[in-house]
């Protein structure tokens, strides 16, 4: 390997789960010496989930996220938002492996999501940072 030649690399970026300790592969970017954060910011399309996996991106979120599932939907999964004490907040039901949740209405805080189809419960923490 040429270690002069930039096009030999990309930069690869990792979530790991602060309590489960999961690792995801979260995105990859060409090595040429610039990121745009703007055009390359990372988004539900750029997650890599273990098989049957879930995530909460971007998270912590500024009060908007996706949930994605990496598991074929064939009946509608029902959604939950729970405070850390189990104070259900929201619900609601999603058709497709990747959905939005409201968060406008929530404060600065930590939450726990809840996805269940009719095999699996999916349970991971969202944290949310208003500027």
Do not use: H
């Not at 500024?62 to 994605?68: E, K, Q």
Request: hydrophobic content about 35%; aromatic content about 8%; glycine content about 6%.
């Amino acid at each position: 390997i040429d270690l002069s030649d930039q096009s030999n690399f990309k930069i690869v970026v990792f979530l790991q789960g602060k309590y489960s300790k999961e690792i995801y592969q979260a995105a990859s970017y060409p090595l040429n010496g610039q990121i745009d954060q703007e055009e390359d910011r990372i988004g539900p399309s750029d997650v890599v989930l273990p098989e049957n996996g879930m995530a909460i991106v971007p998270n912590p979120s500024d009060g908007s996220a996706s949930i994605v599932i990496n598991k074929s939907i064939e009946n509608p999964v029902k959604w939950e938002l729970y405070t850390t004490t189990g104070k259900q907040l929201k619900q609601g039901w999603a058709n497709d492996p990747v959905f939005e949740i409201p968060l406008e209405d929530l404060s600065n805080g930590s939450y726990l999501v809840k996805v269940m189809d009719q095999q699996e419960i999916w349970v991971n923490r969202l944290i949310i940072i208003r500027k």
